[in-house]
């Protein structure tokens, strides 16, 4: 229970709760104290060193500082004396005098503006600082500015870099008047290891750190010069930040981070400066159909001139040709001739539409999305194991554990708000353990870094359980409470010793041991992972290891435990509750089960459902390149580019009949389309997204889109209306009503109630309950509420090193681009500071290839060859090469394997054979 305090404020008697500050206790009633180096938003500490917001205590000398001063039992606060507002207008006058006016201001209206107006100050009584002491511009950093003529020395932006964001890049250096924030060791901000998350910016009251984009030449802007704001949530991760848009004639000016669930106002650089691939001229803007007379279809089109392949046609025109193309090929070679891939950066209505357009459309169930090359093994152990594929927990309940283990993420950099929370957990004291092949950023902070061999997880995982059983360290009751097969699991396991697998995994016994122990040993720990984990060939076994872990030491389904892989797409949680995806209906309903068919028969109004499980992503490619489907329709998914064995893909999509593919812009995938229909990017349209931690949140239309580019799901409509269905869908309000027909997780979510509570956490009980952030404290969705041990064994790769290809290809993201780069190339700052197709190697095995840091090298798989430049990076293994697939020039899949793992049906892309040379060397042979 906490304790209450009862005070006098302002002549009233209050109560607060200990702990609280006068300032939160008078703001939370509606008294508006000045603030200047407060900033009252999760994660920042009040510093108390401006004295904006002194208020007078009886019985005290001086004036306190009201954002660092606890009130006690019978103290009498007065918040507006007289000697109070003298003191905090001269505070504001001695800070005024050192700013430009305000006519010259770098942010007109500023926070420390505001607040001057409110302490009804306009200018300085006092002399300005010497000319010479006033700090110069950089403007070295694409995407923002300093001006430190306007610093306040508040310290808000060094309390942003390394206590909310944990960066730790800014910090205060000089003495006294002279103290100036500076970037590392006083680099300018451009060259130093700043990652561009802006929080700085964002917490800056005074216009000394700002947005480019709000400035012009002259350093001069107005942070509230805009047309309208609207709230959103950010299109690109499974984080989910909410967002507030900035709009100036009709284009994004500025975004900021809000307070939504998962972000608590924070952004990453991609969140807040990565918007503007909206308003890049390579958008489509109407739809365009594939020439009579155009070349034959390869990935030779030019975005910027399409014309020699494609013509713009009407929409009349483009649908007509759409459905028909589909239609025809339905009615001669039957329904399986057509197959989908929808989208998991559209809504979840969008995906709804899609997977039913598939189903009702064409009879069958071959409709997948990205999810099948992401966390599709992840969810087949999850579904298996624990009964349900979504996360056991909320990222944000890292705040509760006291370890937690990473394994096969890199949140730095593809989950950057995420990891600010998981940086913060090991500040105050949580253990982090990791385990990567690759030292990622995040080992900097980790207690326990495990940089084992690349696909040995089961190994490793299995080393770590064989000491809880074997040192009893595993949680006797747990186990019998909400578990079966420990039996069978823990004899399996007797043979994994640390000893054995340490050859394997490359990872000491004694590590192993205590890593264990750590582990077993916490009260409270969670299990974080992602695709260095789920892209094998034995995803499905790392997955279900990582499960077992948990359930051995009985970390689920209280606060601080939990199963969490953490999603990509913004919408890929989204997307598959809503049922695009082979083998389920909506809400993971299983297609085989006849009871489920009944009720989409009811509700989709008589339509026959197939009873079998449909093809996946890489199955349906197969497929395709057999001639077996001979139409496609893709929406929002780049496979020309994401699929691995690429060229394998291309040369599919080039057979096809009849492709249609709705994007944004014309990607690698469109360059094979007969039609290409153009939509809405995300913060064009509205609907509800669902990300990593199970919140489900409304995107709000923040823009209109260009040209006559229209909504995902009005499109789909249209198309379902023109191959026969009676589709009468207006507002994605009505087909979220239809989801919630047949989606139990949807229960007590009403459109309604997510435009006013901007976010809901599904399971929720009821209209007031916010959501559970933790499930499964009572048993498990499987047969008699038990979750199970499956036993996982060593699996090599598909591909290993041999003497033509001795190393050792992964491949994965970088934090300034998306995917297949459709979008992040596209956007300004963001190609700004990654502009160039890269690759990592070890120091010592680019002096062996003769290749200078910045060089080109070659690189060969059984499948292909790429060139491309090669950073030197520590971080990766001497036998190993990682390669991010962004980018078209030098394309990652063009490399990987296509072998799949049996049950989720994923393809390895984080482990190939490959050739690394020295293309001036090849060339001289
Ligand atoms: N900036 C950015 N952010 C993104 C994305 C993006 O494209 N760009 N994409 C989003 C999507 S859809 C996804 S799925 C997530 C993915 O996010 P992550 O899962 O973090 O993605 P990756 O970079 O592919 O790989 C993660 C880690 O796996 C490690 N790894 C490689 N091989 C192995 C292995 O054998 N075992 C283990 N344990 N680890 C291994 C790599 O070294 C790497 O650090 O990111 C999302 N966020
Ligand atoms: N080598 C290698 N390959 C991989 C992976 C890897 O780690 N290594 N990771 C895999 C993983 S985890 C994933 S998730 C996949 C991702 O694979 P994809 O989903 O194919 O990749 P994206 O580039 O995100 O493609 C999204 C497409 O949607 C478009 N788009 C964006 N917004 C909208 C919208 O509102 N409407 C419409 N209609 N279109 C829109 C974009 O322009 C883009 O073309 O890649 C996989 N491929
Ligand atoms: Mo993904």
Redesign the pocket.
């Known amino acids: 229970m906490s304790e209450t305090i009862r005070f006098t404020l302002d002549g009233e008697q209050v109560e607060a709760e200990k702990g609280m500050t006068i300032w939160e206790v008078a703001n939370g009633r509606g008294l508006k104290i000045p603030h200047l180096c407060h900033k009252p938003q999760p994660g920042y500490r009040p510093d108390g060193n401006c004295r904006a917001c002194m208020v007078e205590i009886e019985g005290e000398r001086t004036l306190a500082a009201s954002c660092i001063r606890e009130p006690q039992e019978g103290m009498v606060v007065k918040s507006a004396s007289a000697r109070a507002e003298t003191a905090r207008k001269m505070v504001m006058e001695l800070l005024l005098a050192d700013q430009p006016e305000r006519e010259a201001a770098h942010d007109k209206s500023s926070h420390l503006w505001d607040m001057a107006e409110e302490n009804g100050v306009s200018e300085s009584r006092f002399p300005t600082v010497e000319p010479e002491r006033i700090p110069l511009l950089d403007d070295s950093h694409i995407a923002m500015r300093v001006n430190l003529d306007a610093c306040i020395q508040c310290g808000l932006c060094v309390r942003a870099c390394r206590e909310v964001q944990v960066n730790d890049v800014i910090g205060m250096s000089g003495r006294g008047h002279d103290a100036y924030p500076t970037f590392d060791l006083a680099d300018p901000m451009g060259e130093s290891s700043c990652v561009a998350c802006g929080e700085c910016v964002q917490a800056c009251p005074t216009g000394a750190l700002m947005p480019a984009t709000v400035l012009d030449d002259n350093q001069q802007g107005d942070s509230k010069d805009f047309d309208s704001e609207q709230q959103s949530v950010c ?1 690109f991760c499974g984080v989910g930040c909410q967002v507030s848009v900035k709009i100036k004639d009709g284009k994004v000016k500025s975004v900021e981070g809000i307070n939504g669930p998962a972000n608590e106002g924070r952004l990453c650089v991609k969140g807040r400066f990565g918007f503007d691939y909206i308003h890049h001229p390579h958008r489509l803007t109407k739809p365009l159909i594939r020439r009579e007379d155009a070349p034959e279809k390869g990935l030779n089109v030019d975005p910027s001139n399409p014309w020699t392949h494609f013509r713009e046609a009407t929409w009349e025109e483009a649908l007509d040709k759409a459905a028909h193309g589909l239609q025809d090929l339905r009615s001669y070679y039957g329904g399986q001739s057509v197959a989908g ?1 929808g ?4 809504t979840n209505e ?1 995906a709804y539409l899609f997977q039913k357009f598939i189903r009702q459309g064409f009879g069958h169930n071959n409709v997948d ?3 099948r ?3 599709a093994s992840s969810v087949s152990a999850l579904m298996e194991n624990v009964g349900s594929g979504a996360v056991t927990a909320t990222f944000n309940e890292i705040e509760n554990a006291d370890v937690a283990i990473v394994i096969g993420s890199n949140p730095t950099e593809n989950h950057p708000v995420a990891a600010t929370y998981f940086k913060q957990f090991t500040k105050r004291g949580g253990e982090l353990i990791i385990m990567d092949p690759r030292g990622t950023a995040m080992k900097r902070h980790a207690k326990h870094m495990l940089q084992f061999r690349p696909g040995t997880d089961v190994s490793l995982l299995n080393a770590i359980m064989n000491v809880i059983v074997e040192e009893k360290l595993y949680d006797r009751q747990y186990i019998e409470g909400f578990t079966e097969g420990f039996f069978e699991f823990r004899d399996h396991i007797r043979a994994f010793t640390p000893e054995r697998m340490s050859e394997l995994c490359g990872i000491a016994p004694e590590v192993i041991r205590e890593v264990a122990r750590t582990f077993a040993g916490a009260q409270r720990a969670m299990i974080f992972w992602g ?1 260095g984990v ?2 094998h060939i034995h995803g499905t076994d790392n997955a279900r290891c990582l499960i077992s872990l948990a359930l051995l030491c009985g970390h689920v389904g209280r606060p601080g435990t939990g199963l969490h892989p953490l999603r ?2 913004n919408n ?1 949680q989204g997307a598959s509750d809503a049922g695009l995806i082979p083998q389920f209906m909506p809400d993971y309903q299983s297609v085989t089960d006849p009871e489920v068919r009944s009720l989409f028969r009811h509700i989709w109004k008589g339509t026959d459902l197939l009873d079998q499980p449909g093809l996946t992503v890489v199955e349906i490619m197969d497929r395709v390149y057999r001639g077996e489907i001979k139409g496609m329709y893709i ?5 020309a ?4 064995d690429v060229e394998h893909a291309r040369r599919a999509l080039a057979q096809l009949d009849h492709l249609v593919v ?4 014309l ?1 690698e ?2 360059n094979f389309a007969d039609v290409i ?1 153009p ?4 913060p ?2 509205s609907g509800t997204v669902t990300n990593t931690n199970r919140q489900v949140q409304v995107a709000r239309k923040v823009v209109d889109a260009p040209g006559e580019a229209r909504e ?1 799901w009005e499109i789909l409509v249209a198309l379902a209306r023109r191959i026969g269905l009676d589709w009468d869908y207006d507002d994605p309000r009505e087909v979220f009503d239809e989801m919630k027909m047949s989606m139990r997780s949807l229960h007590h979510i009403t459109w309604k109630r997510l435009e006013r509570d901007s976010a809901v956490t599904y399971p929720t009980f009821g209209p007031d309950d916010p959501g559970q952030s933790v499930v499964f404290a009572d048993g498990f969705p499987r047969r008699a509420g038990r979750a199970k041990f499956t036993p996982a064994r060593v699996t090599p790769p598909a591909e290993v090193p041999d003497e033509s290809f001795p190393m050792i290809l992964t ?3 970088q934090l300034e681009h ?6 992040t190339r596209r956007a300004t700052v963001l190609d700004a500071v990654e502009p160039e197709a890269n690759c990592s190697l070890h120091p010592s095995t680019l002096r062996k290839l003769g290749v200078e840091p910045g060089g080109l090298v070659r690189l060969t798989t059984r499948r292909g060859a790429v060139e491309v430049m090669a950073r030197a990076d520590r971080a990766v293994a001497p036998d190993m090469v990682f ?4 980018y078209v020039e030098a394309a ?2 063009i ?2 394997n296509p072998a799949l793992d049996p049950f989720g049906k994923i ?1 390895e ?2 482990y190939s054979a490959v050739r690394v040379e020295n293309p001036e060397q090849v060339a001289a042979e």
């Open positions: 299109p891939f989208s998991a950066k559209c969008e999305h990205c999810t090359l992401c966390h695709m789920s892209q990509g797409q890929v929406l929002g998914e780049n496979p580019m994401s699929d691995p709705q994007d944004i812009f990607t995938t469109a229909l939509a809405s990017a995300l064009e349209k995902d491949t994965g993201r998306w995917h297949t780069g459709s979008m390669l991010p697939f962004a990652a899949n490399l990987t393809p892309f984080k």
